[in-house]
């Protein structure tokens, strides 16, 4: 608990700090589980009908993107209560505002998607995923709901395409360039080094 820094020091810091590492890294967890999930389970229950375990993995979906927005949220409310280390000194102008685009880009996303899912859900009638009973946003309406759904699939979508950009930039800096981009926010920051 005694890695808080104000605002300011943790600018000057060259890494992440730890719960910003944790957050990042819990969120990649979360989304590698969620959107091979989301794949699967919309193929299989098309192909079987929705016969079984179709509706445990849209609950399981459900309940992980919840999750996603839950981290999302607090990783936010961090960042700006805390900011961000400077940028690499190395990386060339277009580069930072690429880098900037992309990250907020992935932020909006990350809030959009799980709230299009929940919205979406919503339309449907009340829902309990494995029994959890959770808030509707909005009244039955069955048309509402597919139209919601569409636009929930291409967001996602767009939150694959840039997080595959986040992730070949970070490959990029690490093999290519092979400066202190990635090792910035590596789970072991400060042990980890460029090749």
């Known amino acids: 608990m005694g890695e808080r820094k104000p605002r300011g020091a943790e600018a000057e810091d060259p890494t992440y700090s730890v719960t910003a590492r944790r957050l990042h890294w819990w969120t990649v967890v979360a989304l590698a589980i969620q959107v091979p999930l989301g794949l699967f389970m919309v193929r299989y229950g098309a192909a079987t009908n929705f016969a ?8 399981s979906h459900k309940l992980v993107g919840l999750a996603i927005l839950t981290l999302l949220l ?26 900037h685009i992309t990250h907020w880009a992935i932020y909006a996303l990350l809030i959009i998607v799980p709230m299009l899912g929940w919205l979406a859900i919503s339309y449907y009638g009340p829902f309990a995923p494995f029994g959890i009973k ?31 950009m986040h992730v070949g930039a970070a490959l990029f800096h690490y093999a290519i360039r092979r400066d202190g981009v990635l090792q910035r926010m590596w789970v072991s920051a400060g042990r980890f080094r460029s090749r």
């Open 74 to 99: 607090a990783r936010l409310a961090y960042r700006l209560a805390h900011g961000a280390p400077a940028a690499e000194p190395t990386v060339e102008l277009w580069q930072k505002t690429a880098s």
């Open 134 to 164: 959770l808030p509707t946003l909005a009244g039955q309406d069955d048309a509402k709901a597919r139209e919601v759904f569409h636009w929930h699939r291409l967001a996602a979508y767009a939150l694959v395409l840039f997080i595959g």
């Open 52 to 59: 079984e375990p179709t509706g445990k993995l849209y609950d």
